[in-house]
């Protein structure tokens, strides 16, 4: 069986994420110094093997105030915990063009399984040569199961950030 090494394309793929702010809107941020990579059955992506990290300086929310914020130990605490980490456990065709993606996703010194919904959109050759591949992947979490429990009570009821996670990614990978 030959194996096929699958690099990221860092300026095709961005990581990003939402949570509600204050129970009625969106916040949405996302990590730009990633890494990551694919090991796969010849060009058959079903069973590949993903592995991916990010660098948690990196996160962006546009608020350079929110940002550090959730750098400090309320949330990520970078100076403890500099990256975060997902290996993939298995990559499951439901059907044309759809897979689950299920993973050991780490977040500071937590790792807890995560599925992921994936639309692979193909395998392409681009104008220099280059064979790409692109998948678009989505999923939720709940970010107190990897110990990011910092929130403030509002004085209507609930609280200022929301549990649940949503993640959405697109990722471009050249094959080695």
Do not use: C
């Not at 194996?3 to 793929?13: G, L, M, N």
């Amino acid at each position: 069986m030959n194996t096929t090494k699958w690099s990221i394309d860092p300026t095709h793929s961005e990581i990003g994420f939402k949570v509600k702010h204050m129970m009625f809107t969106n916040v949405s941020g996302n990590f730009t110094d990633f890494n990551a990579s694919v090991l796969t059955e010849d060009e058959n992506f079903e069973n590949a093997k993903f592995d991916f990290s990010t660098t948690i300086d990196s996160v962006t929310t546009g608020n350079t105030d929110r940002d550090n914020h959730l750098k400090s130990g309320d949330f990520f605490d970078i100076e403890k915990f500099p990256k975060m980490t997902f290996t993939s456990t298995a990559f499951t065709k439901k059907s044309d063009g759809e897979y689950t993606l299920t993973g050991n996703l780490t977040v500071r010194d937590t790792t807890n399984p995560v599925n992921l919904d994936v639309d692979f959109g193909g395998i392409g050759k681009d104008p220099w040569g280059n064979i790409k591949a692109g998948l678009s992947a989505t999923g939720k979490l709940n970010r107190k199961d990897f110990g990011l429990t910092w929130n403030s009570a509002l004085e209507t009821g609930g609280v200022l950030v929301g549990e649940e996670i949503k993640l959405n990614i697109e990722l471009q990978f050249v094959k080695e």
